[in-house]
């Protein structure tokens, strides 16, 4: 499954496949970036994050690419399980800043 | 594994009454944060504190909100006059090595404004 983020603010899919959620930055300085996951009633949770100089980072079942041409981020989940039903955000950080800027989230519902 | 913590988790006040946000930061980060999230909305930087003085803060921190390390673990919001638009999750997170180390959030005090 894929979502185009604020166009498609929730994702469904079925337990074992694959997701992807997709976020569009649209700050040119920003140099930093990173995807959160929110449960409910839950602050946000680190996953995964990845530097300007690099286009892709893979951690345990996650993978994010980074395209800075066309300001695009997108965090793909492999084998998606129930519990990783959530809201998933992306957030920008300036080369000389310390803000955090997320986008609007996507929300992840995954089907047993 | 240690964590953020914060208290109260929910805090109904009227409105025009001054409150205070309370937060216990990982023991040996430095940089400290808060940002707040209107129900269904995007999280929203406040303000970035480090060696006792704010780094940055955002337009919505304005006069009415201060933010203090009164000790050696605690790090407080203080909303002086609350408004209803200031009903929120407000949300402490602190790192190790600044903004591009993992920052780490607590589970936030929600904020009722009546």
């Not at chain 1, 899919?13 to 990173?34: H, K, P, R, T």
């Not at chain 1, 980074?66 to 920008?92: M, R, W």
């Not at chain 2, 704010?54 to 201060?66: A, N, P, R, V, Y």
Request: net charge negative; aromatic share 10%; hydrophobic share 30%.
């Amino acid at each position: 499954g894929e979502s185009v983020g604020l166009h498609l603010p929730t994702l469904s899919v079925q337990e074992g496949d694959n997701s992807i959620i997709n976020c569009a930055y649209s700050n040119s300085a920003s140099d930093y970036f990173i995807w959160y996951k929110q449960e409910s009633g839950k602050g946000p949770q680190f996953i995964i994050d990845i530097r300007s100089n690099m286009d892709k980072r893979q951690g345990q079942r996650v993978t994010v690419l980074l395209n800075k041409t066309v300001k695009h981020l997108s965090l793909q989940i492999a084998a998606t399980q129930p519990g990783d039903s959530a809201v998933y955000f992306c957030a920008e950080l300036e080369t000389s800043g310390s803000r955090l800027t997320f986008g609007e989230g996507t929300q992840l519902t995954v089907n047993p | 594994e240690p964590e953020v913590t914060q208290t109260p988790s929910h805090q109904v006040t009227q409105m025009g009454q001054e409150v205070i946000l309370r937060c216990v930061p990982i023991s040996n980060h430095l940089y400290f944060y808060w940002y707040r999230q209107i129900l269904g909305q995007k999280v929203e930087f406040l303000v970035s504190f480090y060696n006792n003085e704010i780094s940055e803060k955002s337009e919505i921190f304005d006069d009415q909100f201060s933010v203090e390390r009164p000790d050696g673990s605690n790090f407080t919001l203080k909303i002086r006059s609350t408004k209803l638009e200031d009903s929120a999750m407000y949300f402490c997170a602190s790192t190790s090595g600044g903004a591009r180390d993992t920052q780490y959030f607590g589970p936030g005090t929600r904020l009722t404004v009546l």
